[in-house]
């Protein structure tokens, strides 16, 4: 039989202990949510023997488990509207070799290395790379081939390089019709723009993940209000023969009724070749 | 045979003596519950990760038997002296050896059944709840070849772990060693290839290079049996490789399994 007073301590350190441990839970998962990072980015240092060594037998559970710490440290930042730095990107891009290292048939860390490093980053290197490690490893697939044509395509301006790899894709089991002949439209529309409309819609419809989709949704508004201002800017060019001053002009010649918002926060412009751009750079603003 | 059979049917029960089902029941509502949700924050690759989660959990309920259960058994019966009680009975060494074998091998299939089995619900579950889009790669062949994989494996390290039992005084050294072995068994592949592709610098190098290229054929290649990426991206492995890979499992357990016989009618089991 315990004594009285023994079960009176017993309780008392009971209720003491679970106090402390409530009250420090949060800073206990701070602290683990900073090292986890700092482990997180050291797998991208570490030679890709070791990575697959240190799994065992479980490369495809350790892949989908970096995969998932990586949308969260990316998703986190990106959710706090601040942007990884430079040095940050490129660790992404490394954690996703060895990822792919460790699963090279695995497909999500390439379509999160062309929304991230390629759009949101432009390491355009770093993501043509993982995407020639993908088409090595899934020779029937044609999204590889289609996302590096595109790269060239949308962020190199090569339109003479983009089309080997677009034409290649559309060979691919499975490829969509619209591939034929794509190489061919892009150089025909002779801007990015729909281009990137075209891209960013396959991408929404490979994604089941909310909050990706909406990551992708938004900078597909953006892009469609760049290319509705653009057409606007050639209608005035058609009427006037020449290019507005500014957007305003626009809305005086009756093309347009109101300057839509960015919804990244900046501000549209057209520059002197007719071009649109925001001042956003279609970013998340800090 | 009929009392290897006995000794088999003894050992497995005392296996589910354990209660080891009610753990292995507790993996699989993880497995049911959480894979399902973890495979939602993925893009595109949903029947991936939850094939790779579902195989992985198998693979790991499964390593419990040769790595605990078995060592516990079998180390414990020399331990706590349970072994007189079957040696008091007109039984050889080796009926012994080849009965624990048989036992544990029933046990260790039960097991890998029960978690492939809940593994496939959650494919199933994912199906239903992510839609058959995210599914089109999902192939049962491959992932049943998975799982006969996993199978063959754990009986090697089953035959491992009752051959250290064999050779050890204490079931906490046997542990480890049955638990070396996995390690090396699935490390060596890496470890061999990197060893290989880089020229050795000095002596030191070339004997560690040696050593690596010569433990490589002593110990079993554990990462052959590891078909779960394949089946995650629903690659279906050739006849000609399950059978080959089949044929080294049997015939590396084979030999681990006459030595351990030969070690246990030698041995001094007082």
Redesign the interface.
Known sequence: MISKRLYLISISVFFLSALVVWSLAGNVQLLTARYSQDSLTRIGYM?S??V??SA??????A??FF??NS?TWVGMKIGDHEDLTRDEWQELAAILDRITDL?P????PY??AEMMLSWQAGLIDEANRLLTKAAEANPDDYRPLYFLGFNEFYFRKDAAKAAPYLRQAALKPGAPGFLKGLAARFSLYGNQTLAGIIFLRGLIQ????EK?RRYLEKRLKALEIVYTLEKAVKEYKKRFQKYPKNLDALIQAGIIDNLPEDPYGGKFVVLENGRVYTTSELLEKR | MNKVLAIALITLKEGLKQRIFYALGIIAVVLLFSGVMVAGFFMRDISKILVDIALSLTAFGGLLVPVFIAVNMLAGDIDRRTIFTIMAHPVERWQYVAGKFLGLSWLTLLVVLFLAGAGLVAVWAGYHLYGPVYFSKFNIFAYLIAVFLICIGLNVLLALSLFWCSISTSSFLALMLTLASYFIGHTLDDIVAFVNTNAPKNSTEELIREVINTVQYLFPNLSAFDAKLAAAHGIVMPAGEILMLTLYGVAYLSALLVLSALIYSRRDIQ
């Not at chain 1, 065992?56 to 559970?61: C, N, T």
């Not at chain 1, 048939?105 to 999500?108: A, E, P, Q």
């Not at chain 1, 490979?206 to 993940?209: E, R, W």
């Open positions: 030679p023997w070791a697959k060594a065992l037998e479980f490369h495809g559970l892949a989908d995969l998932l949308f699963d048939r695995f497909w999500d379509l999160f490979q994604t089941s993940d990706t």
